[in-house]
């Protein structure tokens, strides 16, 4: 009995100790819990960021992600974190940078319209009677007939007027001649409408027609551009028109005070500033080649040839 009364006590105190032991390791590993999800967590993190670093991607917050359902962007990579750039904004900058030598450009600009250097073209010769040599070209009379009248299409609003064209017929004789007028429809794309003294040098002129081969030429010429303004002209409008040019011209523009302004051409071969713009003003001169030719100022004298002096290169 006793040893009995004795045990008793004994045992209560063994399990009072041990239930104590355990609700004291339970504490400390709960206390301990976030501490060691935190360092494993920031671990986990940490690879999750170098790995996406690595593959050029963006970072994702994966606690954003689980909140929300959508991935949250919280950051993107610098270009070290992604030595290659393979596309996107960072590859379109690297091509656009300051540092890159552009392509050269060209100083002039071929503009010859439908009749270009180095070109042949096929058509038939026909004939007319040319008078006194004037024509649409609005140049005034000639004593040098050897001249044509182009087809309306390639004739382009006066732009052929005073080109140089060298024609062959398949007897193998030639003329050269100059464009001075135009022949309207329905002369076709190609054809020349020659003066009689012009078709001549090729074949009898009873023929008609005939088959013919041409293309342009810059001619040699002692001559000068000159400068006429039309009849009517004045400060307040003015028509302008180049004679005597080497190459066919291209463009025609005035110092309109604001910078270069282009004057539109019109059939009959002038330039037109319908509000006086440039009129008595600086002029340039473009041939088809794309040289560029600056006129000072000249006085607006109605229907005055005035020379200037300059006249543009031969190809």
């Known amino acids: 009995m006793k040893t009995a009364r004795h045990s008793a006590p004994h045992s209560a105190r063994t399990y009072r100790i041990m239930w104590g032991a355990a609700l004291a390791l339970a504490v400390v590993a709960a206390l301990a819990y976030p501490v060691v999800g935190a360092l494993l967590g920031g ?28 991935p949250t962007p919280s950051g993107s990579p610098t270009p070290t974190a992604s030595p290659t750039p393979r596309s996107g904004a960072f590859a379109r900058t690297l091509r656009a940078s300051p540092s890159a030598t552009p392509p050269p450009s060209s100083t002039t600009a071929v503009s010859a319209g439908r009749i270009g250097p180095g070109t042949t073209y096929e058509g038939d010769a026909t004939v007319y009677e040319a008078e006194d040599g004037n024509g649409a070209c609005s140049f005034g009379p000639s004593d040098d007939m050897m001249i044509v009248a182009m087809n309306e299409t390639d004739y382009e609003t006066s732009r052929a007027c005073g080109a140089t064209v060298l024609v062959r017929a398949a007897n193998g004789n030639s003329v050269t001649v100059r464009v001075t007028n135009v022949c309207p429809l329905p002369c076709a794309p190609g054809q020349l409408d020659l003066s009689q003294e012009a078709f001549a040098e090729l ?29 009517g002209s004045s400060q307040w409008w003015c028509g302008i028109q180049a004679i005597d040019h080497r190459n066919p011209v291209a463009k025609l523009e005035v110092d309109a005070g604001d910078g270069w302004r282009a004057l539109p051409r019109t059939g009959y071969n002038y330039f037109l500033s319908e509000n006086g713009s440039g009129c008595g003003g600086d002029i340039r001169i473009t041939d088809i080649y794309g040289e560029r030719l600056t006129v000072s100022a000249l006085p607006v004298r109605a229907d005055v040839v005035q020379p200037t002096g300059v006249q543009f290169a031969q190809h």
């Open 43 to 70: 671990t986990a993190d940490a690879a999750r960021t170098a790995a996406v670093a690595a593959a050029g991607g963006s970072q994702v917050n994966t606690s954003a992600a689980t909140a929300s359902g959508t």
């Open 203 to 231: 074949a009898d002129p009873m023929l008609g027609r005939i088959p013919v081969t041409w293309s342009l030429l810059s001619p040699g010429t002692s001559d000068t551009i000159s400068i006429r303004y039309k009849d």
